[in-house]
């Protein structure tokens, strides 16, 4: 079924999409692992066009030693610009702008009464995700399409890789409605002239665990429910 013909996925789709892809973008770890089956039961209630991308992605999760799909992970989201996880750098790379544009993920979660720790840059597609499955519906959807043309550059850069990850990009950019046609044309922009790269401290807003090319190990995000799906 098309995109323009499918029918709008209910709140729980919803939910359970982008928890699943909160999970499965997060640096994968023993725990992650041993949360892949109520992960895939939790997708088996997702439509068949939904739960394939994602059992497709926990194939690979069980199937891959665990030290090699780290390396792979880290190869793929820390070293290539093309394929960051944080939103505000496909629009502002680490210029002055996406500090306030960071500020501003803040100001929203804060109206909605969920605050990050310091160690989570509020940008993060895990934690948008997180956010907008348990938190608020309709105001993490609008912070992923505020920022739809990086999220697509995203998806592209992850397929064109043939990376493992782009199934659960996949599932995510099917939550959001088709792009337009100024959002295709900013798409074509940052395909080739990439974010911006003056380089700026960000310190306010930076973290060791979040930032592109970390030593150290991530910061895992708070485990979301599954209503219905024992873990």
Not at 4 to 16: G, H, N, V, W
Not at 197 to 219: D, I, N, R, W
Request: glycine share 6%.
């Amino acid at each position: 079924m098309s995109r323009s013909t499918r029918s709008a996925p209910t709140p729980e789709t919803l939910a359970l999409v982008w928890q699943c892809a909160s999970l499965l973008l997060d640096y994968p770890d023993e725990q992650l692992v041993a949360k892949a089956p109520m992960l895939r039961a939790a997708a088996r209630r997702l439509p068949a066009d939904l739960t394939s991308p994602v059992e497709e992605f926990l194939g690979h999760l069980e199937a891959m030693p665990l030290r090699e799909l780290q390396e792979s992970y880290v190869e793929t989201f820390d070293n290539r610009r093309r394929c960051n996880l944080f939103l505000t750098y496909f629009a502002h790379g680490d210029t002055r702008k996406r500090g306030m544009a960071l500020l501003r993920f803040k100001q929203t979660y804060l109206g909605s009464g969920f605050e990050l720790d310091d160690a989570e840059l509020p940008d993060h597609l895990c934690v948008v995700l997180e956010f907008a499955a348990t938190i608020d519906r309709d105001l993490g959807r609008q912070l992923m399409l505020d920022h739809r043309a990086g999220l697509e550059l995203l998806r592209l850069s992850l397929r064109d890789m043939r990376s493992p990850w782009a199934s659960l990009i996949d599932t995510v950019t099917a939550t959001l409605p088709p792009l337009r046609g100024e959002e295709r044309d900013a798409v074509r922009r940052l395909a080739a002239e990439g974010p911006p790269e003056e380089e700026v401290g960000l310190a306010p807003f930076a973290s060791p665990q979040f930032s592109p090319g970390a030593a150290t190990g991530p910061t895992l995000l708070p485990m979301p429910s599954f209503p219905g799906v024992n873990a």
